[in-house]
C-alpha cells in the first residue's frame, strides 16, 4: 500500500481516512483493530481497542477510544461527519489474541477474546455487519486498512500478510 497517505492510529487512538489514505496500527496483541468502510463515500475508519468496556476506566478523564463501548460510536459519529452513512458501513477486525497462558480461565484475564467480543456488542448495536475477522490466536498483528478498497491487510511474524 501507498505508504505516502498513511495515517497512524495509536494503542487507545481511532482515526478516519479519506481519498485512498490508509489507517494503520501497530502492536495488535489482546487489543482489536476495528474497521469500518462505507464503499459508496470511501470514508474508512480505525480504532485501536484496548479493554473490552468504559465501565473499568479509572482515568480522571476518559479516553474514549480506549474501550470498545465508547470507540466505536465515537468512530462512526466522525465517519459521519466525513459523508459515511451508518446504514452503508461494513467493519472487519483484527487482534483479540490470548498472549499469555494463564492457569487460571477468569474472565479478567480473558482480555482479549473479551474485546472481540465488545466489539461485537457495539457493532450490533448499529446493526453493522461484520463482514470479516481475523481475531483469537497468540501472536500481534500489525494491520493496514485501505481507504481506496476497503481492503483490511494483516501482517504477523508467524504467518506473514493476508488480506480480507
Request: aromatic share 4%; glycine share 10%; with cysteine.
Amino acid at each position: 500500500m501507498n505508504q505516502d497517505i498513511m495515517v497512524k492510529v495509536g494503542m487507545a487512538d481511532l482515526n478516519i481516512a479519506l481519498g485512498g489514505q490508509v489507517l494503520k496500527t501497530t502492536g495488535l496483541g489482546s487489543c482489536v483493530g476495528l474497521t469500518l468502510f462505507d464503499e459508496k463515500s470511501k470514508v474508512a475508519g480505525m480504532a485501536h481497542v484496548m479493554l473490552p468496556s468504559s465501565d473499568i476506566a479509572r482515568e480522571s478523564t476518559l479516553n474514549i477510544a480506549k474501550y470498545a463501548d465508547t470507540a466505536i460510536p465515537e468512530l462512526i459519529e466522525r465517519m459521519k461527519k466525513a459523508g459515511a452513512l451508518t446504514g452503508r458501513l461494513k467493519a472487519k477486525m483484527a487482534g483479540g489474541a490470548q498472549m499469555f497462558a494463564f492457569s487460571s480461565q477468569s474472565d479478567t484475564m480473558r482480555i482479549g477474546p473479551r474485546n472481540v467480543e465488545s466489539c461485537k456488542a457495539a457493532l450490533s448495536k448499529f446493526s453493522i455487519p461484520l463482514i470479516a475477522e481475523d481475531t483469537g490466536g497468540n501472536f500481534g498483528r500489525t494491520i493496514e486498512f485501505s481507504s481506496a478498497t476497503g481492503i483490511l491487510v494483516i501482517r504477523s511474524v508467524q504467518f506473514g500478510a493476508k488480506e480480507i
